[in-house]
């Protein structure tokens, strides 16, 4: 995997993992401040693995860790309301 994809791939991820903290403000209430959160995709071993080392390096001294273990993300689906098209002639 490239860094390009890495960070494609979790930039996808922090935003799920955003919306959901918005839907469930009491997963949000969980997280320490400052902690170092950690996206572990069950579907995607190679991310975990790139995830798990990137933790390793990048942690803080006293730093808290919060894993994300992820079972898998649903396919993305529109949220549109009843549009209308309309084709002008």
Known sequence: MTEQELFTKNLKLSTEFDLYL???PEVAEQI???A???LLPEEDQE???RNLALVRDRRES???VVYVRIEKVAPPRSRLVKPRVEVAA
Do not use: K, T
Request: proline share 7%.
């Open 36 to 38: 170092l959160v950690v």
């Open 22 to 24: 918005l839907e469930h």
């Open 32 to 34: 320490p401040e400052n």
């Open 47 to 49: 991310l975990c693995e």
């Open 62 to 64: 006293g730093q808290a």
